[in-house]
């Protein structure tokens, strides 16, 4: 398994960097290459949602990985990159990093990172996987619509981040959380579930396929699906759903503020 960050291509300014990533994983690029910019000018979320990308004020970063393990064992993977992301910004950045299920990162309640990991399967074997992260480092405002939800290093530590480093910091725990990806998912969930304070007794929304509502967080299962367990003691398994804090606890926060 090479070194993560082996290679570490550099744009000024792209689309995506996930985009340039699977480009380069489709033409054999190997295991590792790490591909970062200064701004995208289309950075995605998921589902078609929008990473808002201004120059030189976030980390937009891509991991090019080639795990030799099946699709849903890979689901571990994102969980290892949003432990990976918590550890530095608690660590390196001296602020509270909390996840929300599955991998957002957030501090003082607020989305500081997104992670969005794209996989490209061929006759059901994993032929690559795109770790993509985006880091808010220097914005000192966000848009309208980001403006109760977003913050970054500079407006949590009150002063201006070397995104280089933080891309370091990065890179230093993202390849030992990866390995365990693969070997040790038990020890990926244990971490995951020691950093974040959605992970057992919070009250929460589901808004999921089966549709929308509220439940009370039970840990991560072995393959990294969030339990819930609803008001009538039922307990069940999300693999793909958002989860918001109920209106009442998001009000709360707000005041504490
Ligand atoms: C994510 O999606 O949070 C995944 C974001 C991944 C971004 C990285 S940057 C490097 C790589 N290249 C890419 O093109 N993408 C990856 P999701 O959970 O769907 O959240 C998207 C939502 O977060 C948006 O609809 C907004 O509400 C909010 N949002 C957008 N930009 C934000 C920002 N900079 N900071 C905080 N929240 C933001």
Redesign the pocket.
Known sequence: MPRLGSAIIRYDSVT???DVARDLASCNAPEGTIVLARQ?TS?????G?????PAGE?L???AILRPSVTTPESAIIPLAAAVAVAETLTEDFDVTADIKWPN?VLVSGR?IC???VESAVEASRLEYVIV???V?VNQQRFPPE?LQ??TSLRIETGKPQDPGRCAEGLLRRLEPGYRSAISNPAYVISRWEARSTYARGRVVRVISPDGVFDATTRGLSQSGALRVELNNGEVRELTSAEITLRATDQESKSVER
């Open positions: 995506s960097t996930n995208q950075g995605r979320g998921r589902q949602r929008t990473w808002e990308s976030g937009y970063l891509s957002d989305k997104g992670i969005l993509g992260i985006g808010n980001l939800t977003a």
